[in-house]
């Protein structure tokens, strides 16, 4: 494994830990899903991978990275359409990355989770949930890997060494990101139970 790939491994594992185990995606992976939880766990993620990708593609671009065939929105759009839901009218604002390590770091976040998203897709696909569109789960199909590589290989070549640092925090940051457009959820969750209670 070369330095860049351990650096951020390192530095985003307990940010990792920490949405792995969020209550909006636990059910994901550990059973209890249902269609409700579903649909708000794939609006949270488009929440942030929207306002995420229009910033990265065009620097992606830039640096000779061609991100615009890996956009995943969309599929999180047409996931959402089958659930009946649409996306939130409201992003949280993404400033753009300030550098090539920033760059790498926030792409590290996003392609990092189209393997999980495949581990995602593995486990729906064999339970009562395999109705579901996971169009976002299965990421690059059999190409998930290989377009992985591609990134890693892509990353060491255009990362400097003096901003490996800038990496790892840009990576933490998307990760904190998706966490609070989770955050999100379950306040949204909240507040329409009270409504629900004062309303009866």
């Known amino acids: 494994m070369n330095s860049l790939h351990s650096r951020l491994r390192e530095a985003t594992r307990a940010a990792h830990h920490a949405l792995d185990h969020h209550p909006v995606l636990v059910p994901l992976v550990r059973g209890g899903l249902t269609h409700q939880g579903y649909a708000d766990a794939l609006q949270a993620l488009h ?88 169009r976002f789960f299965s990421g690059y199909g059999g190409n998930t890997l290989a377009h992985w590589q591609e990134f890693l290989e892509f990353a060491e070549m255009v990362c400097p060494v003096d901003e490996i640092e800038d990496a790892c925090f840009a990576a933490v940051a998307v990760f904190e990101l998706i966490k609070q457009q989770c955050d999100e959820v379950i306040k949204e969750c909240a507040s329409c139970s009270a409504s629900t209670v004062l309303a009866g």
Do not use: W
């Not at 392609?111 to 064999?126: A, K, Y």
């Open 47 to 134: 929440s942030i991978y929207f306002p995420l990708e229009n910033v990265l593609c065009t620097a992606a671009v830039a640096k000779g990275f061609d991100y615009g065939g890996r956009l995943k929105h969309p599929a999180l759009e047409a996931d959402l359409k089958d659930l009946g839901r649409v996306p939130r009218a409201t992003f949280p604002k993404v400033p753009p990355p300030k550098n090539a390590g920033a760059l790498i770091g926030m792409l590290y976040t996003l392609e990092g989770s189209t393997l999980g998203g495949q581990v995602i897709q593995r486990i729906l696909s064999t339970g009562p949930c395999s109705r579901f569109p996971m």
